[in-house]
C-alpha cells in the first residue's frame, strides 16, 4: 500500500461494485489489502462507508468455498457456471472494445487528453485471452486499429502471444487481422514467408500456383510497402544461398507475378510507386521488367528483348571493368547493382522464358543477344571471367538440340543423344555451362519446334532420365505452362502447345513415380 499508492484509489473504486470475489492465490493479497484500507477511527462518511463494504467484503471471502469462489452468486442469480463465465467474458471484452475507440482519431477538441494508452493496457490485458473465440472481434479491432501516435502501439506480449496461437492453429483471425498482424508483428511475417519458401527448399518438385494464390502474403505485400520490403529481402538472402536451384528462382517468379496481380486490383485504393516497391533496383530496368509479355505485341518482344540484353550487359561490364579498383567499397557498389538487376530478372523471369522460345525459332545470327540474356541469368556473377566461354558453350548446346530436333529418321542417333546427356550431367567435363540452362533449352525446344510430340517425347524422355534431371525438367514445363496461362491467349497454335506441355508434363511424372518406386524398392532390399 506504501509502495503503490494508487492500489488504494483501485480497492476504494470497488466499493461501487456490488460483489467482489478473488480466487485461492488472490484471496490472501486481497485479504491482506483491504485490512491496510480498514479506518479504525473513520473520520467521514467516506470512511465509514468504506468500512461498511470492506467488513461487507472480508465476510464473503472467508465464508466462500476455494474451489468456486463465484458460486455464491451463480446460486443467486441461477445461472449455470458455463453460461456465467461466456457473459463475463462477453462482458469484458465488450468494456475493452469501447475503450480502443477512445484514441486521438476520435477526438473532437484537440485540447482533449489522449486516450491511446488505452490501446496498450487494452492489447496488454489480452494477452490470456488470445486463444478464446469470443475474444476474436476486440483482437481484430486491436490489430486493424489506426496508430494516430506513439501512445497507441500494441503490447509485445499480445504480438507474441497471437503470433504463437496462430503459427499453432489455436486461434482463427480473419484475412485482414493476419495482414494486420504481420504488418505489427516481423517474426509472425518471417515465419510467414520461411513455412512457404520451405516447400522450394525441401521439395525440389514444382510449387503449385495454387498454393500461392491462396495465400494472403501476395495481398499483404500489395497493401503494405513495408511488408514487401521485408519478404523481398527474405527472397534475396535466400537467394544468395542457393542460386542454382531452379525451384527457388520458380518459387519467387510465381510470387512475384501473384504480387504483381494483387498490386493492379490495390491500384485505385493505394498511390505507392513502383519505385518504391523496388527501391534497389536498377531504375532503368525496372518497367521494362515488370512489364508483361501479353501487353506487348509479339513482333515487339525480340527487340524489346535485345533491349534488356544490352542494358545488363553494359551494366555487367562496368562491373567487370571496375574489378581492378582498389576501393573495395566501389566495387561492393557495383557487384550490388549487378546483383540487383539479377534478382529482378529472377523476379521477371517471364521474359527469360520468352526469350527460350525465341532462341527456339531463331536463326543462328539472331541468337547472340537471346543466348547472353540466358547465361545471365544462369550465371550472373562472372567468375573467373569466363561469360565469353560460356556464351561458346551455350552457342554449341543451341547448335546440337537445333540439329538433333530436325533429325526425321528413327531410330534416334546415340551419340549425338549421349553428348547431349554430357551437357546435362552435373559431372560434365563443362562446368562454366550450367546443365539447367541446356536443360531450358531442350524443353523449349520440345514444346515449340514443329517437330512430330511421339519424337519430342522420346528426345526429353532419354535426356532427362539418363541425366537425372527429372524434377527440374517439370519445373521447367510447370513454370512453362504458367507463363503461357497468364498470357491467356486462345490462339490454335497456343492450344497445340498447351497440349504437347501436357503430354510432356505426364510424361516427366511418371518417371519421377518410377524413380521413387525404384529408390523404394532399394531400400526395402537394403534393409
Keep these: 500500500m506504501k509502495t503503490l499508492p494508487l492500489l488504494g484509489q483501485f480497492l476504494g473504486r470497488l466499493c461501487w461494485n456490488p460483489y467482489v470475489t478473488a480466487d485461492a492465490a488472490g484471496r490472501r493479497l486481497l485479504f491482506q489489502c483491504l485490512w491496510g484500507l480498514y479506518s479504525e477511527h473513520p473520520g467521514n462518511a467516506v470512511e465509514r462507508k468504506a468500512n461498511q463494504w470492506i467488513r461487507k467484503v472480508l465476510c464473503q471471502l472467508a465464508t466462500e468455498g476455494d474451489d468456486d469462489p463465484a458460486q455464491a452468486l451463480m446460486k443467486q442469480m441461477g445461472v449455470p457456471p458455463k453460461e456465467y463465465h461466456l457473459k463475463v467474458l462477453r462482458k469484458t471484452v465488450a468494456l475493452l472494445q469501447e475503450n480502443i475507440g477512445k484514441s486521438c482519431s476520435s477526438l473532437g477538441n484537440i485540447n482533449q487528453r489522449c486516450s491511446c494508452d488505452n490501446i496498450l493496457a487494452t492489447s496488454e490485458a489480452c494477452v490470456p485471452l488470445v486463444t478464446c473465440p469470443e475474444a476474436a472481434p476486440l483482437i481484430g479491432a486491436l490489430l486493424q486499429q489506426p496508430v494516430t501516435c506513439v501512445r497507441a502501439a500494441l503490447s509485445e506480449d499480445f504480438l507474441d502471444a497471437l503470433s504463437s496461437a496462430h503459427a499453432s492453429q489455436c486461434l482463427s483471425l480473419e484475412e485482414q487481422a493476419v495482414v494486420s498482424l504481420w504488418y505489427h508483428n516481423l517474426p509472425s511475417l518471417e515465419e510467414a514467408v520461411l513455412s512457404l519458401l520451405e516447400c522450394a527448399l525441401t521439395n525440389s518438385r514444382s510449387i503449385p500456383q495454387k498454393q500461392l494464390e491462396q495465400s494472403l502474403l501476395p495481398k499483404a505485400c500489395a497493401q503494405h510497402c513495408s511488408i514487401f520490403l521485408v519478404v523481398n529481402d527474405i527472397f534475396r538472402s535466400i537467394l544468395k544461398q542457393a542460386e542454382g536451384k531452379e525451384?527457388?528462382?520458380?518459387?519467387?517468379?510465381?510470387?512475384?507475378?501473384?504480387?504483381?496481380?494483387?498490386?493492379?486490383?490495390?491500384?485505385?485504393?493505394?498511390?505507392?510507386?513502383?519505385?518504391?516497391m523496388f527501391p534497389q533496383s536498377p531504375q532503368r530496368l525496372l518497367l521494362p521488367l515488370l512489364t508483361r509479355p501479353s501487353e506487348m505485341p509479339q513482333e515487339a518482344r525480340k527487340h524489346h528483348l535485345h533491349w534488356l540484353s544490352g542494358s545488363l550487359q553494359r551494366l555487367t561490364e562496368e562491373e567487370e571493368e571496375g574489378d581492378g579498383d582498389t576501393s573495395s567499397s566501389t566495387r561492393l557498389e557495383r557487384y550490388h547493382r549487378v546483383f540487383e538487376a539479377w534478382f529482378l530478372l529472377v523476379q521477371c523471369a517471364h521474359w527469360v522464358q520468352v526469350a527460350v522460345q525465341l532462341l527456339v525459332t531463331s536463326e543462328p545470327e539472331d541468337c547472340g543477344p537471346l543466348l547472353w540474356l540466358l547465361i545471365f541469368y544462369h550465371h550472373p556473377t562472372n567468375r573467373g571471367h569466363h561469360r565469353a566461354l560460356q556464351l561458346v558453350h551455350g552457342r554449341e548446346a543451341w547448335d546440337h538440340l537445333h540439329s538433333l530436333f530436325l533429325v526425321s529418321a528413327r531410330?534416334?542417333?546415340?551419340?549425338?543423344?549421349?553428348?547431349?546427356?554430357?551437357?546435362?550431367?552435373?559431372?560434365?567435363?563443362?562446368?562454366?555451362?550450367?546443365?539447367?540452362?541446356?536443360?531450358?533449352?531442350?524443353?523449349?525446344?520440345?514444346?515449340?519446334?514443329?517437330?512430330?510430340?511421339?519424337?519430342?517425347?522420346?528426345?526429353?524422355?532419354?535426356?532427362?532420365?539418363?541425366?537425372?534431371?527429372?524434377?527440374?525438367?517439370?519445373?521447367?514445363?510447370?513454370?512453362?505452362?504458367?507463363?503461357?496461362?497468364?498470357?491467356?491467349?486462345?490462339?490454335?497454335?497456343?492450344?497445340?502447345?498447351?497440349?504437347?506441355?501436357?503430354?510432356?508434363?505426364?510424361?516427366?511424372?511418371?518417371?519421377?513415380?518410377?524413380?521413387?518406386?525404384?529408390?523404394?524398392?532399394?531400400?526395402?532390399?537394403t534393409l
Design 247 to 276: 525451384s527457388v528462382k520458380y518459387f519467387i517468379r510465381t510470387f512475384t507475378s501473384c504480387f504483381l496481380r494483387e498490386l493492379a486490383l490495390q491500384q485505385h485504393q493505394s498511390s505507392v510507386s513502383l519505385k518504391a
Design 411 to 525: 531410330p534416334l542417333p546415340v551419340d549425338r543423344l549421349q553428348s547431349l546427356v554430357t551437357l546435362l550431367s552435373p559431372q560434365s567435363q563443362q562446368p562454366s555451362l550450367s546443365p539447367l540452362l541446356t536443360l531450358n533449352l531442350l524443353v523449349h525446344f520440345a514444346v515449340f519446334l514443329q517437330q512430330s510430340l511421339s519424337a519430342a517425347t522420346e528426345i526429353l524422355q532419354t535426356v532427362v532420365d539418363r541425366s537425372g534431371l527429372v524434377d527440374e525438367a517439370e519445373c521447367v514445363l510447370s513454370s512453362l505452362e504458367l507463363r503461357l496461362n497468364e498470357e491467356n491467349c486462345l490462339s490454335s497454335d497456343t492450344k497445340r502447345v498447351h497440349l504437347r506441355i501436357q503430354a510432356l508434363l505426364n510424361t516427366v511424372t511418371r518417371m519421377h513415380a518410377a524413380s521413387n518406386c525404384a529408390d523404394n524398392e532399394a531400400h526395402t532390399l
